[in-house]
């Protein structure tokens, strides 16, 4: 059996070789990545880390494309730092698979293996085998970083709002930090009618600033949140807490079915953020159970 290859299809046989490498030598942006050395030096306890153990050829599910545009948007967030651990078992690189015809230059046969760049040591000390990657472990500041956070997606499902729910302000397109902390005093006093008329009152004097009028910030965008918020309190006192999860299940189901036109669904998406935080001041990490 003779394999015959004319410079054409060389050519593209070397091109395709390219493109699989770039394609995973690459993080997403905003994204570091880590080996076994460079672990406690990012990892220290000093700042909230949440790390991806992946492999380099995976089929990449739902959150895994949540993770990528995770890393867009908060490339330039302060509070948390994202990182990618990669699975390598036997190092080599890409040079004998594919450089099946001998042309060589096309692989990376100086990589290490994930044993000798410390990958396999980490794995085990946070129990990860390679049968469960992709995992995703948030390291909290000022915690113990021998005990992270576990993501499973059958608690919740949206990756931005499990990292929010252990009180990392992510800063999510449509979210108002000032209407964030107004939100989790409303849910803490929602009982108490006085203070919840405070409450009330210190939104709208906050929603007045952004009036395009009158305000002394005027801006459409904060403005049509700040409203947007203000209706999910009254929502909640005529409806219940309930209302929060009911109303994010059937935007979901909205934007699932694909039919928006793309500034409906960025509306949509915003308002599934704000919804996020009174999510999560209803629900707060203590009241979730760990695995």
């Known amino acids: 059996f003779t394999v015959i290859m004319t410079s054409s299809s060389i050519s593209v046989f070397i091109i395709c070789v390219c493109i699989i490498v770039i394609i995973n030598a690459q993080s997403p942006p905003g994204i570091v990545e880590l080996d076994g050395f460079s672990f406690p030096k990012i990892v220290d306890g000093s700042h909230n880390v949440i790390i991806k153990f992946g492999e380099k ?17 908060l490339m330039n967030k302060p509070n ?7 699975y390598n078992a036997g190092g080599g690189g890409y040079e004998d698979e594919y450089d099946m015809y001998g042309y060589g230059g096309m692989g990376e046969d100086s990589a290490l293996s994930s044993e000798e760049l410390g990958i396999d040591d980490l794995m085990e000390r946070y129990k990860i085998t390679t049968d469960d990657l992709p995992q ?45 902390k107004l939100t989790k005093e409303f849910i803490k006093y929602q009982n108490d009618e006085k203070k919840r008329d405070e409450i009330g ?3 709208k004097k906050e929603l007045d600033k952004y009036d395009l ?20 309190m009254a929502k909640i006192i005529s409806n219940g ?31 599934l953020n704000i919804l996020s935080v009174f999510d999560n001041a209803i629900n707060p990490p203590e009241n979730k159970d760990e695995l």
């Open 57 to 73: 050829y995976s089929y990449e599910d739902d959150t895994a494309q949540q993770w990528e545009s995770l890393g867009v948007e």
């Open 80 to 86: 948390i730092i994202m990182a990618e651990i990669t």
């Open 136 to 180: 995703y472990r948030l390291f909290l500041a000022n915690k113990d970083i021998k005990q992270p956070k576990k993501f499973t997606d059958s608690q919740t499902p949206d990756l931005f709002r499990w990292i929010q729910s252990y009180g990392i302000y992510l800063g999510l397109k449509g979210c108002l930090p000032e209407f964030d």
């Open 201 to 203: 009152e210190n939104g």
């Open 213 to 232: 009028k009158t305000g002394e910030s005027p801006d459409e965008n904060k403005y049509k949140s700040g409203k947007y918020y203000i209706k999910v």
């Open 241 to 271: 807490k309930e209302w929060v999860n009911k109303e994010i299940d059937r935007l979901n189901n909205i934007l699932s079915g694909g039919n928006l036109i793309k500034e409906k669904e960025e509306w949509f998406q915003q308002r």
